[in-house]
C-alpha cells in the first residue's frame, strides 16, 4: 500500500482490515509524507487518495468486487 500513497507525497500511518456487514472494509490512515506536526490531512486530500486507491482496487480486484474503503487523517 504504502507504494501507492508514496507517488501521491502521503505515508501509511495505519492500515485495518475488517467487516462490514458482508463487505470488506479497508481503513487506510495517512498522512504527508513530510508533514509538520501542526499541519494536518484536509477532507479534500483524503478524498483524494480515496480515488486513487479505488481505481488501483477496482482495476486490480484486489478485495474484489464488494469493499468499503475510508481514508481518514491520524487525526480524525
Known sequence: MQARLEPLGYELVDLRQG???RRIRLQIRID???SAPTSGIT???CASVSRAL???L???QVLGPDYVL???SPGI
Open 43 to 45: 477532507i479534500d486530500e
Open 32 to 34: 504527508r509524507s513530510e
Open 19 to 21: 467487516k462490514a456487514g
Open 54 to 56: 479505488e481505481h488501483w
Open 70 to 72: 475510508e481514508v481518514p
Open 58 to 60: 477496482d482495476d486490480e
